[in-house]
C-alpha cells in the first residue's frame, strides 16, 4: 500500500468572476520512503495540491472530486478531529516562504526533528538522525509526510 494516494483529485475556486480550477485531475502516489516532486510553472496548482492533502483548502475553494488516501485512510471523509490528529504529527507542510517557517541558521533536519518533539510525547530525545532513519519517509513540492513511527 502506498504511503500517499492522490487520485484525480479536484479544487476549484469560486469567485465572483467564475470557477478557477486550480487543481483539476491529479493522481499521484508516494511511497514509503520515496521522494516525489511536483513540478510546474506558477499558479499551476502546486501549493493548492499540497494545502488539499492537509485539508487546508477554504472558502472560496473546495476539493469537488477525487480521494486523498494516507495509508488506506480516506483523508476526505475524516471528521476535522482525525484530522487534526493526523496534521503536524504525520502529514505537514513547510510553507512557501521559508524564510517564515525555517531558521536559515539551523540545519532542516534538527528543524522537522524539533517539529516532532512539539507534536509527540517521545520517551527518547528525538535527534535528527533518528528522524533520518525513522521518520521522515517523502517529500514532495513543500510538504512532508512521514510514516512508521
Ligand atoms: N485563495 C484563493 N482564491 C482564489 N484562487 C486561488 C486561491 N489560491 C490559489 N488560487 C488559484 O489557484 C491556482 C493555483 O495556485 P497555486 O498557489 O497552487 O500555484 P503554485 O503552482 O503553487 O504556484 P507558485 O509556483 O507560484 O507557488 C492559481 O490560479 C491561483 O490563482
Ligand atoms: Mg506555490
Redesign the pocket.
Known sequence: MALLEVENLKAH?F?RRGV?K?VDGVSFTVEKGEIVGIV??????????SLSVLRLVDA??KIVDGAIRFEGRDLLAMSREEMRQLRGRRISMIF?EPGTSMNPVRKVGFQIAEAIRSHERVRHPVSTRWVHQRQVVCVWGSVMARGGG
Do not use: D, I, L
Open positions: 475556486f469567485g478557477t486550480a510546474g510553472e506558477s499558479g499551476s496548482g502546486k501549493s493548492v495540491t472560496p475553494g512557501q
